[in-house]
Antibody, heavy 117, light 111 residues
Framework: QVQLQESGPGLVKPSETLSLTCTVS????????WSWIRQPPGKGLEWIGY???????DYNPSLKSRVTISVDTSKNQFSLRLSSVTAADTAVYYC???????????WGQGTLVTVSS | QSALTQPASVSGSPGQSITVSCTGT?????????VSWYQHHPGKAPKFVIY???KRPSGVSNRFSGSKSGDTASLTISGLQAEDEADYYC???????????FGTGTKVTVL
């Protein structure tokens, strides 16, 4: 059974960079697409971007200028960096495996990141 | 891309059937048979229950079924059980640009 676990700081200051890591267990990170998705409090889900195990990426155009997703296949991990954060970036951040580039078959439990000074 | 529209809440008694709608546009739901549905119990990892409009993943109860007509997709839960009480989100592929658009979410309550 594939399991995903997000990790990283729960509090980030405005204008700084949010950094999260997703550790994949129970399966290999190779050969799949891996996404980051977020949910601001009281709002719906928003796809942030994905990375293929080879390193190719695609990002949500609304966040593209601030997002970087990277992968470390040796550690079975992939990471998210979101720069110049504001309060609007406060959200629960999920990592998920993306199948056939069209649906998400395994998700992490999510981690709340609050942007506040 | 705007979020897909779902009813905020749907309720039903144990054993009944309920349907959750997911309305998009001709650019997303209407253009692709690539709608998926996710069940989310707060604090837990979301679980996908339907993909490609009506396909059920291995291990998901056959009480869950999906369909689509035009720009609206639907998730039906038959034989409603207490464990089905959760939030449900739809998602549609929307082509290049912003390839995934999610629904606003529906809270399903078992009375």
């Amino acid at each position: 059974q594939v399991q995903l676990q997000e990790s990283g700081p729960g509090l980030v200051k405005p204008s700084e960079t949010l950094s999260l890591t997703c550790t994949v267990s129970g399966g290999s990170i190779s050969g799949y697409y891996w996404s980051w998705i977020r949910q601001p409090p009281g709002k719906g889900l928003e796809w942030i971007g994905y990375i293929y195990s080879s390193g190719s990426t695609d990002y949500n155009p609304s966040l593209k200028s601030r997002v970087t997703i990277s992968v470390d296949t040796s550690k079975n991990q992939f990471s998210l960096r979101l720069s110049s954060v504001t309060a609007a970036d406060t959200a629960v951040y999920y990592c998920a495996r993306t199948r056939n580039e069209v649906y998400f078959d395994y998700w992490g439990q999510g981690t709340l990141v609050t942007v506040s000074s | 891309q705007s979020a897909l529209t779902q009813p905020a809440s749907v309720s039903g008694s144990p054993g009944q059937s309920i349907t959750v709608s997911c309305t998009g546009t001709s650019s997303d739901v209407g253009s692709y048979n690539l709608v998926s549905w996710y069940q989310h119990h707060p604090g837990k990892a979301p679980k996908f229950v339907i993909y490609e409009v009506s396909k059920r993943p291995s291990g998901v109860s056959n009480r869950f079924s999906g369909s689509k007509s035009g720009d609206t997709a639907s998730l039906t839960i038959s034989g409603l059980q207490a464990e089905d009480e959760a939030d449900y989100y739809c998602c549609s592929y929307a082509g290049s640009g912003t390839p995934y658009v999610f629904g606003t979410g529906t809270k399903v309550t078992v009375l």
